[in-house]
């Protein structure tokens, strides 16, 4: 079975996040956009007029259509770039704060919900903070996000000291840690079987 971008989608709705930044890891770092499938494409057919994060995705839509403009022919090549791409190329939008444009087969009227979303998940600064050793309030978004970069870090930072920061003991850091690798792999393996 194909792997879909929808039930990434709905995961980030609900509030985990891991799930499709995870997939947008898989891309290449630098090289993402060599796999995407609209690579050479006309840039305009993927901004159809009026779109934008406060208008109506479905006059939007209409309105393409009675114009015979190409956005279904763009929604469908998002439907056949690579996942990983897909999940990259939204990631970089709801970082950029993108308000224009197809991303991942989403108008801009489509996505607005999940760029209010990425902007509550978390403060970045806090979460660097924390990983190295500076304590502050955290919500539990960012928390559980320190945690999550921990796990993924491969040893990159300190135990002892990124305990300190999130103010827990360095063993229930290591538990929670142990708990998250194993999301992680309940993941990639439910990828790799899809
Ligand atoms: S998801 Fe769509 S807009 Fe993004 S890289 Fe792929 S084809 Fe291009």
Redesign the pocket.
């Known amino acids: 079975m194909t792997r879909q971008?929808a039930p990434l989608l709905a995961s980030a709705r609900s509030g985990d996040w891991n799930p499709l930044v995870l997939t947008a890891l898989e891309t290449e770092s630098r090289h993402?956009?060599d796999?995407?499938?609209?690579?050479g494409?006309a840039t305009e057919d993927?901004f159809p007029a009026g779109d934008a994060f406060d208008r109506n995705p479905t006059v939007v839509k209409s309105r393409a259509e009675e114009a015979g403009n190409s956005l279904q022919r763009?929604l469908n090549?998002?439907a056949?770039?690579?996942l990983a791409?897909?999940a990259?190329?939204?990631v970089e939008?709801l970082e950029q704060e993108a308000e224009y444009?197809?991303?991942?087969?989403l108008l801009a009227s489509e996505r607005e919900d999940l760029h209010m979303g990425w902007k509550r998940r978390v403060r970045d600064r806090a979460v660097t903070n924390a990983l190295n050793g500076v304590s502050s309030a955290l919500s539990q978004a960012e928390f559980k996000e320190a945690i999550s970069r921990f796990a993924r870090s491969q040893g990159a930072h300190d135990a002892e000291r990124t305990a300190r920061g999130l103010g827990i003991t360095r063993s229930y850091l290591l538990q929670l840690v142990r708990n998250e690798r194993k999301k992680f792999e309940n993941l990639a393996s439910e990828h790799t079987a899809a």
């Open positions: 971008i993402w956009t796999a995407a499938a609209c690579s494409r993927f763009s090549t998002c056949r770039c690579p791409t897909q990259r190329c939204l939008a444009g197809v991303r991942a087969g």
